[in-house]
């Protein structure tokens, strides 16, 4: 799955002579979904959306907020396009989700996004119709974001499943007794080795 996703200061969708949608600040949202998307990457790129810092805090401290903690808006437009391949200078679009599929599923997104946030604040455009997007940026800021591409393999699936489990058991340990373990390894294979324990820690900031 990929999106495109834009800081503006304004934004519509307009269909024929009919605006079907608008918002003030906050984000526009370009959507492309792929034949192969599951749920996870639903929940990625929802999760990532609105958890984004592309806005300033109170004290106008830059990249410090997201859409949510700002109580800005979100207009969400369909756009197969985005899974775009090009054979030549021609655009290929059969690694696109089909329209019959694609529209259950990204109603589901929005709906994923609204149980998150506001309802209210969740707008969109209008699937499958030739709409006129009107996008003002602000900065400019556009960030692209793609979902992870996962292995569907259940033996790799299984072993993925096992090493994160390592690590979540490794980190509710605490950073100190984790350190304390790494230390005593490097000393035990090189007694003259120094631990450095003290700035072995790693920070998780995935929203």
């Not at 304390?180 to 820690?201: C, F, M, N, Y």
Request: with cysteine.
């Amino acid at each position: 799955m990929r999106a495109i996703i834009q800081r503006v200061t304004k934004a519509s969708v307009t269909v024929g002579e009919e605006q079907v949608s608008s918002i003030g600040r906050g984000i526009c949202v370009l959507l492309g979904i792929s034949v192969d998307d599951t749920q996870r990457d639903a929940d990625y790129i929802v999760r990532k959306i609105l958890n984004l810092r592309l806005f300033e805090d109170e004290n106008g401290r830059a990249w410090a907020k997201s859409v949510m903690e700002r109580d800005f808006e979100v207009l969400c437009v369909s756009q197969f396009t985005l899974q775009c391949i090009l054979k030549g200078n021609k655009p290929d679009f059969h690694s696109a989700m089909p329209a019959e599929l694609a529209q259950p599923f990204y109603n589901s997104i929005l709906e994923s996004m609204r149980s998150a946030y506001k309802p209210e604040l969740i707008k969109d455009g209008k699937f499958g119709a030739r709409m006129q997007v009107n996008i003002q940026n602000d900065g400019p800021v556009t960030v692209e974001l793609t979902s992870p591409a996962g292995p569907t393999d259940p033996k790799q699936l299984l072993k993925l499943e096992k090493q994160q489990q390592r690590k979540e058991k490794t980190r509710s340990k605490g950073p100190s007794e984790s350190g304390r373990e790494k230390g005593s390894l490097r000393s035990r294979q090189d007694p003259s080795a120094s631990s450095g324990a003290e700035g072995d820690v790693s920070s998780d900031r995935e929203p």
